[in-house]
């Protein structure tokens, strides 16, 4: 069975093919799957750059999308043949937040959907969305999760409101197609007016260039007649925080969800007391979530916006792509 190892401390040139031994049939409550899609995320990122140490000889990603093979005694919910994704934590089955790292998240502490099958329990995967194929089913375990989460579970997303998205990122385009698809309003920033066309086709009701308007906060204001967003979906971290807080409305929501410009910084905390806003930093999302989000995603039709498409040995190319910050929505491998 092939599969990629990354050798410590992490790089783009430590990932190998290797062949590995094949993990058997599955156990009583465990599922086997042959593996068939991955998608990059940031964290993804993290773990094989070394910027996230994790275990040498890991087999790296989070997200994992496949087609059962076999079900082990007492498995009730699948059945061979059945598509499948992977969670991103999964021992988080429902209920309040109930992890504060990444020891249990696949390609991070302990091994990920890099390789062509897995036997685990069948309670780290749930159904993916009827019709997707399994590069699109890959892109909804960290960044569809993350948005979804974002808007609906903690932001409680209502038809008519205003959603701010920054970039055009995965989790950033995602969060943008569910919004349109509750009838919200989106407004979106990115730095390439060619990236900002591609949004607007999506369906953004309006778009702002933040290199040439350096103060886009007072831009989502005015755009709003001043009303500003109720949620904005905060990828960037601590250098766009600020302005965050001066486009979202008093009494907004403020998912905080990504550290693209620094792990800490100043957080203008008068400004967002004065506005009485709601800032909930968040990570992905539970198996309940999961299962929602995709039954939400059978009833509305939305499909997820992908980039380009790699095979599993051409991985590290891959997260040169994402690298070089070119894409446009996901990028996936094909295993």
């Not at 696949?106 to 194929?133: C, I, L, M, N, Q």
């Amino acid at each position: 069975m092939k599969a990629i190892r990354l050798a410590t401390p992490g790089g783009l040139d430590r990932l190998s093919l290797v062949d590995m031994e094949d993990p058997g049939d599955p156990r009583p409550g465990e599922i086997r799957v042959r593996l068939k899609a991955s998608s990059l995320n940031f964290h993804d990122y993290g773990v094989v750059s070394g910027k996230m140490p994790t275990e040498d000889g890991r087999i790296p990603m989070s997200d994992g999308a496949g087609e059962i093979e076999a079900v082990g005694e007492g498995v009730t919910e699948f059945e061979p043949g059945d598509h499948v994704v992977s969670g991103f934590f999964p021992k988080w089955q429902d209920g309040e937040a109930a992890v504060a790292d990444f020891k249990t998240t696949p390609g991070d502490g302990v091994d990920g959907y890099a390789r062509e099958a897995v036997v685990r329990p069948a309670t780290w995967f749930t159904h993916a969305p009827k019709g997707y194929s399994h590069a699109e089913a890959a892109t909804l375990t960290t960044a569809g999760l993350t948005a979804w989460r974002a808007l609906v579970v903690d932001g409680g997303l209502n038809p008519g409101d205003t959603v701010l998205t920054l970039g055009t990122g995965g989790v950033s385009i995602f969060a943008l197609q569910i919004a349109k698809a509750m009838g919200a309003r989106v407004i979106s920033t990115s730095s390439s007016d060619e990236k900002l066309e591609r949004l607007k086709s999506l369906g953004a009701d309006g778009v702002i260039n933040y290199k040439t308007t350096e103060e886009w906060g007072k831009k989502v204001l005015d755009l709003t007649d001043g009303r500003g967003a109720d949620v904005v979906v905060e990828v960037g971290g601590p250098k766009t925080l600020g302005q965050s807080i001066t486009a979202c409305r008093i009494a907004g929501h403020i998912a905080l969800i990504g550290v693209l410009t620094g792990r800490s910084g100043e957080v203008p905390t008068a400004a967002l007391m004065a506005k009485q806003q709601t800032l909930k930093g968040l990570i992905v999302g539970n198996r309940r979530h999961q299962r929602d989000f995709v039954r939400a995603l059978e009833a509305t039709g939305v499909r997820p916006e992908i980039d380009s498409t790699f095979g599993l040995a051409e991985i590290a190319d891959a997260f040169r792509h994402e690298e070089s910050g070119a894409h446009f929505g996901k990028i996936c491998l094909e295993i």
